[in-house]
Nanobody, 123 residues
Framework: QVQLVESGGGLVQAGGSLRLSCAAS????????MGWFRQVPGKERDIVAT???????VYADSVKGRATISRDNAKNTVYLQMNSLAPEDTAVYYC?????????????????WGQGTQVTVSS
């Protein structure tokens, strides 16, 4: 059973940066797509970024140009670097392991969720 543990969330001022990490345990995840979603109270959980098993990355329009997703297969870890943060980036960020190697864009594509990490951006 794969477990995902996020870290790196916190409080940051607008314009600042954060790096989120997601460490997987229980099995090697290099052959799966992984990604980050975020959710604010009362709203749906939305995709932020995806990295396929091949290393190909895909970003939501809302973070394109400000976010970089990467993976270190040797460490079984995925990262999300967020720059130029704005108050609207405030959310709980969830790491996700896909059901397959490529598709990860909707919640139904997710095999395993992390517990989430809060990111709060102050204005």
């Amino acid at each position: 059973q794969v477990q995902l543990v996020e870290s790196g969330g916190g409080l940051v001022q607008a314009g600042g940066s954060l790096r989120l990490s997601c460490a997987a345990s229980g099995r090697t995840v290099s052959s799966y797509a992984m990604g980050w979603f975020r959710q604010v109270p009362g709203k749906e959980r939305d995709i932020v970024a995806t990295i396929k098993w091949s290393g190909t990355t895909v970003y939501a329009d809302s973070v394109k140009g400000r976010a970089t997703i990467s993976r270190d297969n040797a460490k079984n870890t995925v990262y999300l670097q967020m720059n130029s943060l704005a108050p609207e980036d405030t959310a709980v960020y969830y790491c996700a392991l896909a059901r397959g190697s490529s598709r990860l864009w909707e919640v139904d594509d997710v095999r395993v969720w992390g517990q989430g990490t809060q990111v709060t951006v102050s204005s």
